[in-house]
């Protein structure tokens, strides 16, 4: 969790347990790892069409539906072109 700590007021990217990214800024969390992210987007994937880009807004991720946290690249992701990526939908993960 100190190392989560650290990415408060940065740009993050979450991939949850059921296969969703959402990219926004990390605003707070708690020792459950609950986790608050603010002007959140989730990126939807998809081979035929480019990524899909849902505003959410302010947002909460309980800790148990988070796989992965990590830092974004703001200058790299200002440069990608969401349109023209192709890809696979994420699957949720299985235990």
């Not at 989560?4 to 979450?14: F, P």
């Not at 991939?15 to 989730?42: F, H, K, P, S, Y």
């Amino acid at each position: 969790m100190s190392q989560l700590m650290s990415y408060v007021d940065r740009r993050v990217s979450v991939i949850m347990n059921d296969g969703r990214l959402v990219v926004g800024t990390l605003r707070g969390l708690d020792q459950m790892t609950n986790i608050i992210m603010q002007a959140c987007q989730e990126r939807i994937f998809s081979e035929d069409d480019g990524v899909e880009v849902v505003n959410l807004g302010l947002y909460l991720i309980r800790g148990d539906n988070i796989a992965v946290v990590g830092l974004i690249d703001e200058e790299a992701d200002k440069e990608l072109d969401l349109d023209a990526l192709r890809g696979e939908p994420l699957t949720p993960l299985t235990h």
